[in-house]
DNA sequence: CATGATTTGTCCGTATGTATT
DNA sequence: GAATACATACGGACAAATCAT
């Protein structure tokens, strides 16, 4: 994963090489190789995002033979705290962000609590007829105008979800035109006399993403997205905003707090 | 999907063969085909879960090519309204289950509620040293006795997750034992003084079914499981239990209400 | 447990009409 | 008008998964 640094290799690899591994001691070499990488790992010598240096180098390094490494990476695979990409080599798995899901959610927020530089790129907007989902959510009769406004967000430069929102056309006018120029979906809303629209229910589901959303979200091949939709109300509870977010799942945790 | 009904075809297979699609029209074949099997389905007249004629006999009936045929498939699984198994057919969608999460949360009530038949199998249980994740969950130290219970849970038969519990194994002596006499977590931890527990805080995210659950849960491979991991305490809002569900993300939407 | 039948998924190729350059 | 690209439609073959025997 990560974007960020791919040649950070280096802080780590300065490790004494011949540093080799205990042979014949009952424990499986690649056993022990990987709570090694575990424990570079967990104690933080092994900074997530990290770039490992390649299977080759590693091999040499722990003087055993590439097929041997490649079982102990495939167990800390399976443990989640690695990710090999082909082609691009294997990357400490940075944490998610914590997403809470509350009456008030608002992504830059969240994103901003985390320590990390929110931003977001408008996709595109127009208006189409509601389909029967989005008639249901926002009480409006099947077909009505309803504007969309399809937006990709991200933390530290780094795609995290993207959202499609839903806008009764008649009680939204100019939204989209409010968005473009103040990048902010609060803001924009604001304007409208909408500032405080709260969250009143949201459905959680999950799938692989599929191609565009591999794409706008930078993801290699079987990923997965979590499939966030949300329905939003004003004061009064009155719904005036439904949401579809798909999130890849690697970079993000929704919290719930009861 | 779907366990239920392999040879429901026939309620629709009846359809007149002949009824061919209108060429020359200037509208692709595939799509007048996709549009007529989405009508049957949101009409009712192929009902979810219910198995589609095999890819050969629909293009007989439609009197076209099997490519033909399936490229309106694929346009209606992109849709999400199909889904198709090798080797087994192609089946209707079934509705996910709804799936509240709140400080009450109880898998055999939600089940109940959404009119299917809950049931579980308990799968496994034993006493093992607690990992950093679950002692910081559980407030205990790390290493300390943790009693860790694994249970599938089914809706009319049907595999919908695998969650497995922690307990202090201090103050859950011989719950493995009432979980087995009651076939009932809620049941077993009544009879230890501890019925009410409630949901404190929930984290979700997905990925992949691996091997194992794959078989649990009866995934085709490419499946996606959201892994739903949640504090449980008792009235003093003391962490009791922590658990990790896996849920199939096809047979389940999580639901918050705010 | 092995095997074969059934069914979907993928690839090769060919041909045709339409829109764009 | 010619060249090109693209979508549509058809045909055949085989791989891969599932299921019943």
Redesign the interface.
């Known amino acids: 994963m990560s974007d960020t640094d791919d040649s950070a290799v280096t802080a780590w690899s300065e490790a004494e090489p011949g540093d080799d591994v205990a042979r014949g001691t009952g424990v499986a070499l690649w056993k022990q190789i990987a709570e090694r990488i575990e424990a570079d790992i967990?104690e933080g010598r092994l900074a997530p995002g990290m770039r490992l240096p390649t299977e080759m180098e590693l091999a040499e390094r722990f003087g055993v033979n590439r097929h041997t490494l490649r079982r102990a990476l495939a167990m800390l695979t399976?443990r989640?705290l690695i990710e090999a990409t082909p082609g691009r080599g294997t990357f400490v798995k940075e944490p998610?962000i914590?997403y809470p899901?509350?009456?008030r959610t608002r992504f830059s927020e969240i994103v901003a609590r985390e320590g990390r530089a929110p931003s977001g790129r408008l996709i595109g907007s127009r208006i189409e007829p509601a389909s029967a989902e989005i008639a249901e959510a926002l009480h409006l009769p099947m077909g009505a105008d309803v504007l969309r406004v399809d937006l990709l967000r991200e933390a530290d430069g780094v795609p995290i979800t993207i959202a499609s929102h839903w806008y009764d056309a008649e009680r939204c006018r100019d939204l989209d035109l409010l968005l473009a120029a103040t990048g902010s979906v609060t803001r924009a809303l604001e304007t409208l006399g909408l500032g405080d629209y709260?969250?009143?229910?949201?459905?959680?589901?999950?799938?692989?993403a599929?191609e565009e959303e591999r794409r706008r979200l930078s993801l290699p091949a079987?990923r997965?997205?979590?499939v966030v939709e949300s329905i939003n109300g004003d004061a009064q509870r009155r719904p005036i905003q439904y949401t579809r977010a798909r999130f890849c799942?690697?970079r993000?945790?929704?919290?719930?707090?009861?």
């Open positions: 967990v399976e989640r998610p914590r899901i509350g009456p709260r969250r009143l229910e949201t459905r959680i589901t999950a799938r692989p599929d079987g997965v997205v979590m799942s690697d993000v945790q929704l919290i719930v707090k009861n």
